[in-house]
């Protein structure tokens, strides 16, 4: 499981959980100010390199990622601010609250899907 730092990128916390989580193949977790990804097999490891390179890819696709440093450190990855600027967003151009599965990772913006998705895992 690898844990990603991201208290100087929170407005995008939840666009880059799901854009890393669907290029590692991972199951995302979110947590405050950071997330996890886990494998989806037991057996597999998370490439630490991959990831790193997903979340470069994002910050470059948002043209932020000259500001950024994105380092590894066992099974964290921390994503710190190069300038001491963090990235700011209004409400309106953040997503709002997003709601995790703790069982499986499923993401998304609703209580009530959320809800709807517990459900599954108690049939």
Excluded: W
């Excluded at 990128?9 to 997330?35: C, G, M, R, S």
Aim: net charge negative.
């Amino acid at each position: 499981m690898l844990t990603i730092d991201c208290k100087d990128v929170e407005p995008i916390k939840n666009e880059l959980l799901v854009y890393v989580a669907d290029q590692v193949a991972a199951i995302p977790t979110l947590k405050h100010q950071q997330f996890t990804l886990s494998a989806l097999d037991d057996d597999e490891i998370i490439d630490t390199a991959e990831v790193i390179s997903a979340i470069k890819e994002y910050l470059d696709s948002i043209d932020e990622g000259r500001n950024f440093a994105v380092i590894s450190n066992n099974n964290v990855i921390n994503i710190t601010s190069i300038s001491g600027r963090v990235i700011e967003r209004s409400v309106n151009e953040s997503q709002h609250e997003m709601f995790s599965c703790t069982h499986c990772g499923f993401v998304t913006q609703y209580q009530v899907e959320l809800n709807t998705h517990m459900r599954i895992h108690y049939i």
